[in-house]
């Protein structure tokens, strides 16, 4: 596990963001662990999130000209990428959209820079991929190119009902169907490395068997 995914993780595990128990995914499913970035909310949170955001894209190699956030988390997280992507020397413009058109002043339901060249969308995580297919029509209906997905944490769990599961991850589809990367800053496989280290809180190591137990069960490679 590299530096920054394994910083990440502990990170996200000591803000509270990353918790363990029994909670209950969109799909039904009963996951030893759940991710809320929406409890990415003060200052220094947002922005040491922003900070690895950022340097995810930079290190990815991508070649990108602005981001997208789709609302809600994505608008807050995209906007926060964008400052600490020009505290790093890239500076990008960034836009977001509304849930429902505005009907008066400037109208239209994008806010921000206008969409052009190759844009990232900002997000937290590929559930159902409802939130990208929106985006990736957004910009394209606006001339410009969807390039990439940047997102949080990859769970890295076949979609699909239990009883007709999917070969493929939300992700690895959302790649394949608009023919372009997702990238991660972390993935569950980073989460059971930091739960198998010896330096791991001892009071969460005893959740590393539920969490290999639902990665074997829901997986991908």
């Known amino acids: ?4 995914r394994q ?3 502990q990170f996200s595990v000591e803000a509270g963001v990353i918790r363990f128990g029994e909670f209950v995914t969109k799909a039904g ?12 909310n003060d200052g ?20 990108f000209d602005m981001l997208f956030g789709p609302a809600y988390k994505g608008i807050t997280l995209a906007s926060a990428t964008a400052v600490a992507l020009a505290r790093k020397g890239r500076n990008v413009p960034f836009a977001y959209n509304r849930k429902e058109a505005k009907d008066h002043g400037e109208g239209g339901n994008i806010v921000g820079a206008k969409l052009e060249g190759k844009v990232v969308i900002i997000d937290d995580v590929i559930s159902a991929g409802t939130s990208v297919r929106e985006s990736v029509e ?18 890295m769990e076949r979609s699909g009902k239990d ?3 999917s070969a493929h991850s939300a992700a690895q589809e959302v790649s394949q169907a ?3 990367p997702v990238t991660a800053i972390a993935n569950l496989n980073d989460l059971f490395d930091y739960l198998s280290t010896v330096s791991a809180n001892e009071q969460l190591s005893v959740y590393k068997d539920a969490v290999e137990n639902y990665r074997r069960r ?3 490679a």
């Open 163 to 165: 009883d007709a599961l």
């Open 1 to 4: 596990m590299s530096t920054l």
């Open 7 to 9: 910083e990440f993780i």
């Open 44 to 63: 220094t949170n947002l922005g040491r999130i922003a900070d690895f955001y950022a340097q995810t894209l930079l290190d990815s190699g991508l070649e």
């Open 178 to 180: 608009y023919g372009m």
């Open 138 to 155: 957004i910009i394209r209906h606006a001339g410009a190119t969807p390039c990439a997905v940047l997102i949080a944490l990859d769970r």
């Open 218 to 220: 829901y997986g991908t």
């Open 29 to 40: 499913r009963t996951s030893p662990y759940f991710f809320n970035a929406g409890l990415f």
